[in-house]
């Protein structure tokens, strides 16, 4: 088993920065990737960045490329997701999930489905 909990999150200002950090601890060294999804009120959840564990191979949603950033520290068994230029609607309630490796995983990184473990959420709220 693996443990996930994401620290953060707050309310922040429309243009303003905010750092999401996820540590993981347990049954770590299956570990294959990292990632962030939020859901927004009333709305399913959504993929935003997801990270390889020994590689640091990213991919973004179309959404927050160019303006979120993700990064790991392996010895801290720690992900980072840097906030920039944050908008209304990025308000949500995030969550840090872990994936161990499936081949199923390179073609639906962005899917819930290929991910075994999820952290409660931490909310980032985006005021106008």
């Known amino acids: 088993q693996v443990q996930l909990e994401e620290s953060g999150g707050g309310l922040v200002q429309a243009g303003d920065s905010l750092r999401l950090s996820c540590v993981a601890s347990?049954?770590?060294?299956?570990?294959?990737?990292m990632a962030w999804f939020r859901q927004a009120p009333g709305k399913e959840r959504e993929f935003v960045a997801a990270?390889?564990?020994?590689?640091?191979?990213?991919n973004y949603a179309e959404s927050v490329k160019g303006r979120f950033a993700l990064s790991r520290d392996n010895a801290k068994n720690m992900v980072y997701l840097q906030m920039n230029s944050l908008k209304p609607d990025d308000t949500a309630l995030y969550y840090c999930?872990?994936?161990?490796?499936?081949?199923?995983?390179?073609?639906?990184?962005?899917?819930?489905?290929?991910?075994?473990?999820w952290g409660q959420g931490t909310q980032v709220t985006v005021s106008s």
């Open positions: 999930a872990s994936a161990i490796w499936s081949p199923r995983f390179s073609a639906n990184y962005y899917s819930r489905q290929v991910y075994d473990y």
């Open positions: 347990g049954r770590t060294e299956r570990t294959y990737a």
């Open positions: 990270i390889r564990w020994v590689s640091g191979a990213t």
